[in-house]
C-alpha cells in the first residue's frame, strides 16, 4: 500500500487540539470590510470548531 497523504488545503486551513477536536478559522474577514459591521467583523476574528456533520470528511482530508 502507498502513503496516506494528507490535502495540502486542509492541511493549512485546520488544525487539531489536544482533545481531537478540529479547529478552524471563520471565513468573509479577508476583504470589502468597509460594508461589515464592527460587531460582525470582530465575532469572524474568533476561531472556531467544525460541525459534527463535516468531520468524518475533514479527518478524512488529514489522515487522522
Known amino acids: 500500500m502507498p502513503k496516506m497523504k494528507t490535502r495540502s488545503s486542509a492541511k493549512k486551513r485546520f488544525t487539531?487540539?489536544?482533545s481531537g477536536k478540529i479547529?478552524?478559522?471563520h471565513a468573509f474577514k479577508s476583504h470589502i470590510l468597509t460594508k461589515k459591521t464592527?460587531?460582525?467583523?470582530r465575532n469572524l476574528t474568533?476561531?472556531?470548531?467544525?460541525?459534527?456533520?463535516?468531520?468524518?470528511?475533514?479527518k478524512?482530508?488529514?489522515?487522522?
Do not use: E
Open 38 to 41: 464592527k460587531k460582525q467583523k
Open 23 to 25: 479547529k478552524r478559522k
Open 60 to 64: 478524512t482530508q488529514l489522515c487522522i
Open 16 to 18: 487539531v487540539t489536544g
Open 46 to 58: 474568533h476561531a472556531g470548531l467544525v460541525h459534527q456533520s463535516d468531520l468524518s470528511s475533514i
